[in-house]
């Protein structure tokens, strides 16, 4: 079992910069691949980046990739989300979540996650 708090959310202007953390907490953080997904009012969940458990490959949606980079420290059971160079368009709640196995497939990587944070919002004014 692994719990995840999300923080690190805000209202930011357009072209700031937030880092979003998440700290987990039970049995073996090191083993499990993690993400950072998101949901936009109105529009579908989506996973905007991806880590391996060591930490070593990642991957990112196209509409992110560049602006976000995603991170873990395994001695501190956390993982992070730098967001940079923000557009409206990024606002949504984003969750961390959990999985057993990473994969490089955003979708099937999303599908394979087990446990998932409660969220934090993120606000980008124009």
């Known amino acids: 079992q692994v719990q995840l708090v999300e923080s690190g959310g805000g209202l930011v202007q357009g072209g700031g910069s937030l880092r979003l953390s998440c700290a987990a907490s039970?049995?073996?953080?090191?083993?499990?691949?993690m993400g950072w997904l998101r949901q936009a009012p109105g529009k579908e969940r989506e996973l905007v980046a991806g880590?391996?458990?060591?930490?070593?490959?990642?991957n990112y949606k196209d509409s992110v990739k560049g602006r976000f980079t995603i991170s873990r420290d395994n001695a501190k059971n956390t993982v992070f989300l730098q967001m940079n160079s923000l557009k409206p368009e990024d606002t949504a709640v984003y969750y961390c979540?959990?999985?057993?196995?990473?994969?490089?497939?955003?979708?099937?990587?999303?599908?394979?996650?087990?446990?998932w944070g409660k969220g934090t919002l993120v606000t980008v004014s124009s």
């Open positions: 039970g049995r073996s953080f090191s083993s499990y691949a």
């Open positions: 880590i391996s458990w060591s930490g070593g490959t990642t």
């Open positions: 979540a959990a999985g057993r196995f990473y994969y490089s497939d955003l979708g099937v990587f999303e599908d394979a996650m087990d446990y």
